[in-house]
C-alpha cells in the first residue's frame, strides 16, 4: 500500500539557522509576518531579536505573545484578533510546541474560518491556512515538521488533537543555539516527549518504511545524548544531537502517528496541568510494557537501536532490557508519579472514566500494537498513579 509522507518545504538546521529567517521568507514569497511567541520569550530578549533580526533584513514583522502552554481555545481566539488587526501574510511560531501549534492553527482558522473543534480529528485539515515558518526552542515536540497541533477547549478541558496536512509548516528553522540556556526539568522533558514520538512512531500500526528510517535514527540519537544534555546543559554537541533527534522524531511520526503513551498523556496534561513531555514520561513504562507483547520484535529493535541490548540478544531479552532501561531513565532524570507530582488522588481516580474516553477519542491508542478497551486503559491509569 502507498504512504503519503508530508514534509516543510524548506528546513534549515544547524546553529545561527535563526538568521536565515529573512532569506526563508523572501523564498517564499513573504513579507510581513506575525511572530507568535510567548511573554517569557519576549522578556528573555529572543522575540525582540528575531523581530530586528528581519528589521535589519527590510521585514517589519508584527508580535503576538500572548499564547500559554498547553494553548487553549481562548487563547486562539486572542491570537485570530491579533492576526486581523493588520495585513499579514505569514505567521512565525517562535517556542516549543505551545507557540508553534498556536501558530499552526490559527493560520488555517485565519483563511478557513470555524471553532477549534471544527478542526478535531478525524476531521482533516487539507486546505492550506497562511504559510507558518516554525522556530522551536527546545528538542522537542517536533511540532516544527509535524501535522498536527493540540489545542485545550477552554470550557471542557479537552486537549483536541487536530490534524491535517494543513498544518505542516512551510519552513522549520532548527537552531539547536536556541536551547542552551533551557533548564534541566524541560529538557529532560521535552527529551522524553521526542524519545516518545520515535517510539511510538516505529511500533505504531501506521508506521512504514519511510517513518520507521526516521524512528531509529532519532531513538539512537536521543537516547545517546538525552543524560548528557541533562547533565550538562551547555553541551553544545549534546544540544545540537538532541535537536536533530527531536526533529527526525517529530519527521517519524507525522508520517505514522503516536500511539498510546500520548492518547493517555494528553488527559492526565489538560485535567492536571501537567506538562506534556512529563506526563508522557509518566506513562511510557507502563504503557511499553503493556503494548510490548504484541509487537515484541519491534520493541527488541528499539531496544538493540538504543544501544541497551547487545544484538545477539533474543527478542524476549531484548524487551525486558527496554523496560529496565525505560524505568532507570525515569529515575535519572527524576520523573515524578503522578502522585509524586502532587495529583489530587481524589480528581484523578475520578477522572480516569472520562481520560480513558478522551484518550481513545484523540485516535492515538487505535494506533498502539495492542489496541486496549476503555476498561484497560482505566487499569493503565490506576497503575500508573504510583
Ligand atoms: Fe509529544
Redesign the pocket.
Known amino acids: 500500500m502507498p504512504v503519503n509522507v508530508v514534509y516543510p518545504r524548506i528546513v534549515s538546521i544547524g546553529a545561527g539557522a535563526v538568521g536565515e529567517l529573512g532569506a526563508i521568507l523572501r523564498q517564499l514569497g513573504l513579507s510581513r509576518p506575525l511572530i507568535v511567541s510567548d511573554g517569557f520569550l519576549r522578556q528573555q530578549g529572543l522575540v525582540g531579536r528575531v523581530a530586528d533580526l528581519l528589521r535589519a533584513e527590510g521585514v517589519e514583522a508584527g508580535v503576538f505573545t500572548d499564547t500559554v502552554p498547553d494553548p487553549t481555545t481562548a487563547s486562539i481566539d486572542l491570537g485570530l484578533a491579533a492576526l486581523k488587526g493588520a495585513d499579514y501574510d505569514s505567521l512565525i511560531g517562535l517556542g516549543g510546541?505551545s507557540p508553534q501549534d498556536t501558530a499552526k492553527i490559527m493560520a488555517i482558522m485565519h483563511v478557513h474560518g470555524g471553532v477549534v473543534r471544527d478542526y478535531k480529528v478525524p476531521a482533516v485539515a487539507d486546505r492550506a491556512g497562511l504559510p507558518v515558518i516554525a522556530v522551536p526552542t527546545t528538542a522537542g515536540?517536533?511540532s516544527e515538521v509535524t501535522r498536527f497541533s493540540i489545542i485545550t477547549d477552554s470550557e471542557s478541558d479537552e486537549k483536541m488533537l487536530c490534524a491535517g496536512p494543513a498544518f505542516v509548516p512551510a519552513a522549520a528553522v532548527v537552531d539547536y543555539e536556541l536551547t542552551l540556556s533551557k533548564p534541566l526539568r524541560l529538557t529532560a522533558d521535552t527529551g522524553i516527549?521526542?524519545l516518545?514520538?520515535a517510539i511510538e512512531a516505529f511500533v505504531s500500526r501506521r508506521a512504514n518504511p519511510l517513518s520507521d528510517t526516521f524512528a531509529l535514527a532519532a531513538m539512537k540519537i536521543i537516547f545517546a545524548n538525552i543524560r548528557r544534555v541533562c547533565a550538562e546543559p551547555g553541551d553544545r554537541e549534546a544540544r545540537e544531537q538532541m535537536m536533530l533527534g527531536s526533529m527526525l522524531a517529530g519527521h517519524a511520526?507525522t508520517n505514522a502517528s503516536?500511539a498510546l503513551v500520548?492518547g493517555m498523556?494528553r488527559p492526565i496534561g489538560a485535567f492536571f496541568h501537567v506538562s506534556?513531555?512529563l506526563s508522557?514520561a509518566m506513562l511510557l513504562p507502563r504503557v511499553t510494557r503493556f503494548s510490548a507483547p504484541a509487537a515484541e520484535t519491534r520493541y527488541a529493535v528499539c531496544a538493540r537501536t538504543m544501544g541497551v541490548a547487545p544484538a545477539e540478544a533474543s527478542d524476549a531479552d531484548a524487551v525486558a532490557a527496554l523496560l529496565t532501561a525505560l524505568d532507570l531513565l525515569n529515575l535519572d532524570l527524576q520523573v515524578p508519579s503522578p502522585r509524586a507530582y502532587g495529583v489530587p488522588h481524589n480528581r484523578y481516580f475520578d477522572g480516569i472514566d472520562i481520560m480513558a474516553t478522551q484518550a481513545l477519542e484523540s485516535g492515538s491508542p487505535g494506533n498502539n500494537p495492542r489496541v486496549p478497551t476503555h476498561a484497560e486503559i482505566c487499569e493503565l491509569y490506576r497503575e500508573a498513579w504510583d
Open positions: 510546541g515536540t517536533g516527549d521526542s516518545t514520538h511520526f503516536v500520548h498523556s506534556h513531555g508522557n
